[in-house]
């Protein structure tokens, strides 16, 4: 592999912005592994984009899913540089009395446990590389809150939280940060803010920001709380 291309792991590549990243990242020369359930999408993606970038239909959710998923990618291309845990879900918009206990735990098992399987099952082998940054997706409602997405922000202050200390675990040369993308115009903006949703950037907008962001991302900012300069971030 030429020196400065990466290898990206991104969750989440059927949609949305693990897409968008998954095209540019693409687009600027580095090789990208992604996961998505959507098998349709999936397939259209591995047939775009050949070896040596790999698409597969992984739930996150599923240990043993993201275990196969790894010992595969492992073998054929090694530990990644970039692992993006992008892959996440929100509940439909209600009070928190009126989520089920069925949907609450969809919410907890994607942007939670999903995320912290991905990392039991790659990061093992970037320790012993003692390289590698981990990009935990987080969310301007994971450091503040809102009305009637209650399980959505309990998860996205936990990825602050599991980041951080995270980051304490990780051997010097290696890195991981809690990510606030911004407000993105995507489905899951959509099911959120309705039709003010459209006043946003679109995914392929965003990627063209967030990409460079990452790829200057080292050792030196492990543990940091970063939000992508993008408009709305802040709000
Ligand atoms: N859009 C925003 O403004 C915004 C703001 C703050 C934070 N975020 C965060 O950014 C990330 C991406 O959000 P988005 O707006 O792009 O959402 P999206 O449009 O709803 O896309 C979500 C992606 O995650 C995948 N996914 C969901 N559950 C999965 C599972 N169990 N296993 C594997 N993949 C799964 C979906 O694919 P399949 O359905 O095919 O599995 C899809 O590709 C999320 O973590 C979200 O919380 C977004």
Known sequence: MPANQKLVLITGVSRGLGRALAEEFIRLGHV???????????????KQF????NFAVVDVSADEQVA?????????????????????MINRNAPLWQVSAREFSDVIDVNLKG???VIRHFVPEMVKRRSGLIVNF????GRSTDAEVAPYC??????????????????????????NPGIINTDMLQSCFGDSASGYPTPQEWA?????????LGPSDNGKPLTVPVRGAND
Do not use: Y
């Open 32 to 46: 990208v592994l992604g996961c998505g359930r959507s098998e349709k999408e999936i397939g259209q993606l591995q």
């Open 50 to 53: 050949s070896a040596p970038h």
């Open 68 to 88: 196969a998923w790894a010992k595969r990618i492992l073998k054929s291309h090694g530990a990644p540089d970039l692992v993006l845990n992008n892959a996440g």
């Open 115 to 117: 995320t912290a399987n």
């Open 138 to 141: 987080s969310s301007g409602w």
């Open 154 to 179: 309990a998860t996205k202050w936990a990825i602050e939280g599991l980041t951080q200390a995270l980051a304490q675990e990780l051997p010097p040369g290696m890195a991981a940060v809690p990510l």
């Open 208 to 216: 063209k920001i967030a990409v460079p962001f990452l790829l200057k």
